[in-house]
């Protein structure tokens, strides 16, 4: 095999790879064009949000409301003119217009002269997360509440070390 056809061979396992990775993902993962327009929606980002692949390819990010456009192209901005940015909460909406609380994350993609071709954008769905800290607060707060105005003592043993 010629030196030539061991890298055509490499980068097309490399693609293959990242092509899997992207499908097989329970995050959703979009990657956007330097216009800000979808390139890749994966499978995780249908579930998620509600749009299938072909209803967003071509078209900006659906997730974000109209009054938030701007910050989201400056968020955009920043996203491909620097390192990109990770763990980022933000509210998004969903296609059937409910909200949802998500962690983001991105990075830049870049040509073989280093610039800025898209952005490769990473999302999770954290709003069971949110709502269970929510709850468990509001669950301390109660117990304080009780433990506070109780007319009987409160006791705490530590049987073991």
């Given at each position: 095999m010629t030196e030539t056809k061991k890298i055509e061979e490499q980068m097309r396992e490399t693609t293959e790879t990242l092509k899997a990775l992207i499908q097989a993902s329970p995050v959703a993962i979009a990657v956007l064009d330097v216009d800000g327009m979808i390139r890749i929606w994966n499978p995780a980002a249908e579930r998620i949000f509600?749009?299938?692949e072909w209803e967003v390819i071509g078209h900006p990010f659906p997730?974000?409301?109209e009054e938030t456009r701007e910050?989201?192209?400056r968020l955009f901005d920043v996203g491909l003119q620097s390192e990109g940015f990770v763990g980022l909460e933000l509210p998004r909406k969903k296609r059937d217009g409910t909200v949802i609380d998500?962690?983001?994350s991105a990075a830049p993609l870049h040509d073989a002269s280093g610039a800025a071709t898209g952005l490769m954008v990473l999302i999770s769905d954290i709003s069971d997360r949110k709502k269970?800290?929510?709850a468990l607060k509001l669950s301390e707060r109660r117990f304080r509440l009780l433990a506070e105005n109780a007319q009987d003592l409160?006791?705490?043993y530590r049987i073991l070390p």
């Open positions: 509600g749009w299938s997730t974000v409301e910050g989201q192209k998500v962690n983001l269970a800290g929510e409160i006791f705490r």
